[in-house]
Structures are given as C-alpha cells and as structure tokens.
C-alpha cells in the first residue's frame, strides 16, 4: 500500500518524507496498533533507532499494568523480599 502525502502539508509541518514515515510509526506504537519492532521497521529504523525517536517524543517503551504490578508484588512475596 502507498500512502501519499502531499508535499505542501509536509513543508508545512516541517517534515521531510521521512520524518513523517518515523512520526506515524511513532504514533501507531503511542496508540498500541504496533508493536516496537514492526514500528521500527515501518520507520526503517533499528530497534535503538526506534527507542531513541519514541525517547525524544516522550513516549514510554514500556507500560506496565496494575496486573503487572500486582505480578511482581505476588513474586516478592513469594521469594519473600
């Protein structure tokens, strides 16, 4: 599939072709339609690449959930730590 983008709008976000191709993998991981690496290789970037663009946009890699927590609590227990 092509996605085309009008070369105005780009300039007017100030975006190269590129630049808007890393934003959108950004934004599909942000809103968890990807995962890291499919994002990254959307983008055509490494894994640390992908990390480092996401770091910049303050956008975490990782989301733990209370289930997680809960988890992790369960385990410390359980070691009894």
């Known amino acids: 599939m092509v996605l085309n983008l009008r070369e105005d709008i780009l300039k007017q976000a100030g975006l190269t072709e590129h630049d808007a191709v890393i934003e959108f993998a950004c934004r599909l991981f942000d809103a968890g339609k990807l995962d890291l690496w499919p994002a990254a290789q959307l983008a055509g970037l490494s894994r640390v690449?992908?990390?480092?663009?996401?770091?910049?946009?303050?956008?975490?890699?990782?989301?733990?959930?209370?289930?997680?927590?809960?988890?992790?609590l369960a385990t410390l227990d359980r070691l009894g730590v």
Do not use: A, G, S
Request: no cysteine; glycine share 0%; aromatic share 8%.
């Open 49 to 72: 690449e992908m990390e480092e663009q996401l770091f910049l946009r303050k956008i975490p890699i990782y989301r733990p959930t209370v289930q997680d927590l809960l988890d992790d």
